[in-house]
């Protein structure tokens, strides 16, 4: 079992920035890599950002691309994403998941196999 808490979320403005944390706390040390999806009101869960746990490689949704960055830090078992230049689009509920095992691209939900609550973020205009 893994827990993940979110913690960052909050309101902000267009063109601010907001940087989101996920630790990992219970049987965490078989992590094969950290994702971010997001979900807004109405839409369906989409991919924001991955990293691989252990190479470090990382990849973004074409909408976040050059404005967010995701980062880890293996000691503290916590993945943080930092928003930059955020738009009133980016406004949706964000949570981490834990993915055990290789395989896939970290882009799609069912390659998770642990979820957080979630962490809400606004972004005005």
């Known amino acids: 079992q893994v827990q993940l808490v979110e913690s960052g979320g909050g309101l902000v403005q267009a063109g601010g920035s907001l940087k989101l944390s996920c630790a990992a706390s219970g049987r965490s040390f078989n992590t094969y890599a950290m994702g971010w999806f997001r979900q807004a009101p109405g839409k369906e869960r989409e991919f924001v950002a991955a990293?691989?746990?252990?190479?470090?490689?990382?990849n973004y949704a074409d909408s976040v691309k050059g404005r967010f960055t995701i980062s880890k830090d293996n000691a503290r078992n916590t993945v943080y994403l930092q928003m930059d230049s955020l738009k009133p689009e980016d406004t949706a509920v964000y949570s981490c998941?834990?993915?055990?095992?290789?395989?896939?691209?970290?882009?799609?939900?069912?390659?998770?196999?642990?979820w957080g609550q979630g962490t809400r973020v606004t972004v005005s205009s």
């Open positions: 990293i691989n746990w252990s190479g470090g490689s990382t």
């Open positions: 998941a834990h993915k055990y095992y290789a395989g896939g691209d970290n882009s799609r939900a069912y390659e998770y196999n642990y």
